[in-house]
């Protein structure tokens, strides 16, 4: 599966920005997806994960409760809706998927390439 995701940019600290991942190839339904971000000088680190049907979440404690990880299986296409951002959510943000587990936490299979998003104090 091919990954690309897109919806990054720039955005005032409080605001909200959606990014998307589009992904290629059969089967989408099939994979568990994630969203990680790695900021500057850090390490890059799992923000989100769906599992395949979309009815198992996981978020990290850093953005429970502002982010929201959602799939259309119709589009082939994951979402991470971001609110009440803060300048440390600033990072590339990656889009992943594995086709070996319901819901993944770690061992990715496929990466897209990332989108950058900058949070403004």
């Known amino acids: 599966v091919q990954l690309q995701a897109f919806g990054g940019g720039l955005v005032q600290a409080g605001g909200s920005l959606r990014l998307s991942c589009a992904a290629s190839?059969?089967?989408?339904?099939?994979?568990?997806m994630g969203w990680f971000r790695q900021a500057p000088g850090k390490e890059r680190q799992l923000v989100a994960a769906?599992?395949?049907?979309?009815?198992?979440?996981y978020y990290a404690d850093s953005v429970k409760g502002r982010f929201t990880i959602s799939r259309d299986n119709s589009k082939n296409t994951v979402y991470l809706q971001m609110n009440s951002l803060k300048p440390e959510d600033t990072a590339v943000y990656y889009c992943?998927?594995?086709?070996?587990?319901?819901?993944?936490?770690?061992?990715?299979?496929?990466w897209g390439q990332g989108t950058l998003v900058t949070v403004s104090s």
């Open positions: 992943a998927a594995d086709g070996n587990k319901q819901l993944a936490l770690t061992g990715y299979d496929y």
């Open positions: 190839g059969r089967a989408f339904g099939s994979y568990a």
């Open positions: 769906i599992s395949w049907s979309g009815g198992s979440t």
